[in-house]
Structures are given as C-alpha cells and as structure tokens.
C-alpha cells in the first residue's frame, strides 16, 4: 500500500510514521514543511525507509509534484498549524495551512484517485461543554469552534464533507482530543510544563487551572488512526479520546510530584481570550464499530513521557529559548487584546 503522510515530522505525526515504517505492507511517503514544530529527528530512524518531502501544503505545484511522483493509495492528513494561542494573534497562517492546505490535498487526492483520505482534526471543533455535569461531544454535535485555531479546522471539516457529499471522495474524519507523549513540542502545557520545572522556573497557568481537557497518550492514538485506516467506512466521523479528564492545574500538580518539586513553581497567568472551559467526547462509536480503546492510563503515560524527556534534555534545550521568548511575546500582546 503506497500512503502519504502529511505533517510526518510533526509530534503525532511522526508516531504514525515510525510506526508504519515498521510495517513491510506499506510504501510510505511523508510531506512536511519543518516549521518550527517540524523535526526530521522524530523520524530519522526510519527515514532511510521512506521518502521524504519538505514541501509546505499550501504550495499546490510543489504538492502536485509529489502525487505524481509517489502515486499514493491512501493519504492521512496530520499537517496543521495546532497551537490555539498562536491562532489569536497571527490568525492568518492558521487559514492558509488549515484550510487552503486541506484544499489542495483534496483536489489532488480527487484528480490521482486516491483510495482513502484520513483527515485528523480535533474535539476544539465543537466548541466547549460546562465544567460540571456529565454531557460529552458525539459525533453528531454541531461545529460550534471559538478559536482562530478551532474555525480553521472546521473549515477544513467542512471542506472534506462537501468533497465527500459531492464527489464521492473517499474521506473519513477523525476528531481527537489532547495528545500527549515523547516528542511533543514544548509549547503545549505538558512538555511546556516539564522543560521550565526541570530547570526550577516558573510553569504558567491560564485563569484558575480550572479548565479542563481530555488526555490521550499518543501511542493509542497511533493505533486508533491504523484501526480507522484499516476498518472504518467512507464518509464516518469518529471521536477520538479517553475518560481521562483533567484540570489543567492537575495536571501540572501531577507533574510536580513526578519531578519532586515545589508548587512554589506555578504561577497563575491571565487568561487567554475565549480560553474554552472543558472538551470531552464520546468516544462510543469508535469502540462499538471498530473495537478500538485506549490502552494507556494518564498516570502511566505522564510517567512515560517525563522520563522520556529526561532522556533527552538536549532535544529540550534546543527548543527551549524559542519557546521562552515566544511565551513573552504572546503575554504582552494578550494583555493588549483584554
């Protein structure tokens, strides 16, 4: 089976790739741009087996390229600008990656009849449930997004439906929640979180740390999306995530006692604009059509993936002063947005 990859070098991404890259079934080729949250070194041990591409998705002659050269049978679309606080304050890059991205892989998915299309996108898509009471997103929720980061994806949604409505296009959707795990970029609130702790700085918390996610370790994932590849019809959307929700103030607790340091360390920020409150979805169907399920728990991954991130400072450090320095950057300019 001939599948591309978009955004392989990515943090979920490339666990898909390393992970396929094991299998001899597949002839696996991966398109990532390596922006600032690409790495080749995710996926340089596996890269003497597949072939890769750096060419950004929104450049549709660079992108056509590759469909001819590569003739793909299937195509899973990670590639995406993901963080919700860059999207406030540089909104534009999220619509041209997200949607007119997205665009482009599925006219040239139409025109070189691909087989499958596998569009990963994200629970943020529905917008936010209350703090208290049972409710969970399912699957035919509407698509209510708050964020630059949120609409964009549901455009892109949008996008793959109608291509699914009008052309027949062969697409599944597949709506995740949190990820977390080795090789995430330390921007996200976990491996954020772990390179300031690790050096005794300070962890930022938005608001109270009263908001509240859906974890999920990113090696189930990886499988949810291969059992979704393999199994699942044309045209269906699933949920993807765990019961494993979790204030964020929780989180960062349950990560101070992992790396045996004070609470001393958090400190309480001002929130971001139209920070949504709690994402849980429903991951019923996916379990009942599929027989997937995570396998992992939080408190065996979180240990997981701080003792990863132990074992590769150096990884860390690379990022880190970036990632400080856009922190700041961001802080000013939400207190000029409030």
């Not at 790396?259 to 604009?273: C, G, H, Q, T, W």
């Not at 949504?276 to 240990?303: C, H, M, N």
Request: charged share 25%; aromatic share 10%.
């Amino acid at each position: 089976m001939r599948i591309l990859v978009t955004g392989g070098a990515g943090f979920i991404g490339s666990d898909l790739v390393r992970r396929l890259a094991r299998s001899s079934r597949a002839k696996l080729s991966v398109v990532d741009s390596l922006t600032y949250a690409g790495d080749l070194k995710r996926i340089e041990t596996v890269l003497p087996a597949i072939a890769f591409y750096q060419v950004d998705i929104v450049d549709r002659p660079a992108l056509e390229k590759v469909f001819a050269q590569e003739s793909p049978q299937v195509v899973i679309h990670y590639a995406a600008e993901t963080h919700v606080d860059r999207s406030i304050v540089s909104p534009e890059k999220f619509i041209q990656t997200n949607v007119i991205g997205t665009f482009n892989l599925l006219q040239l998915s139409l025109e070189y009849k691909v087989q499958k299309f596998v569009h990963i996108s994200t629970d943020e898509v529905y917008g936010e449930l209350s703090l208290t009471g049972p409710e969970k997103f399912r699957e035919d929720y509407p698509l209510r997004p708050n964020s630059p980061y949120s609409a964009s994806k549901a455009s892109a949604e949008l996008l793959v439906r109608s291509y699914i409505k009008t052309y027949k296009f062969p697409a599944v959707i597949v709506r995740a929640s949190n990820a977390y795990g080795p090789w995430q970029y330390p921007e996200k609130l976990i491996p954020l979180s772990i390179v300031r702790l690790v050096f005794d700085q300070k962890v930022p918390i938005y608001g109270t740390g009263k908001n509240v996610r859906t974890w999920l370790y990113v090696e189930d994932f990886t499988e949810a999306v291969i059992q979704i590849l393999e199994k699942a019809p044309i045209g269906e959307i699933y949920n993807v995530g765990s019961t494993e929700e979790k204030p964020n103030l929780e989180v960062v607790k349950e990560l101070l006692r992992l790396l045996n340091k004070s609470e001393n360390l958090i400190e309480f920020v001002p929130d971001r604009p139209g920070h949504d409150l709690r994402y849980a979805v429903d991951t019923t169907k996916i379990e009942r059509d599929l027989g997937w399920r995570p396998r992992i728990s939080f408190q065996e991954g979180l240990k997981k993936t701080v003792e990863w991130y132990l074992s590769h400072l150096d990884w860390l450090l690379e990022k880190k002063s970036a990632v400080e320095a856009f922190s700041h950057k961001l802080q000013d300019q939400f207190a000029q947005l409030a």
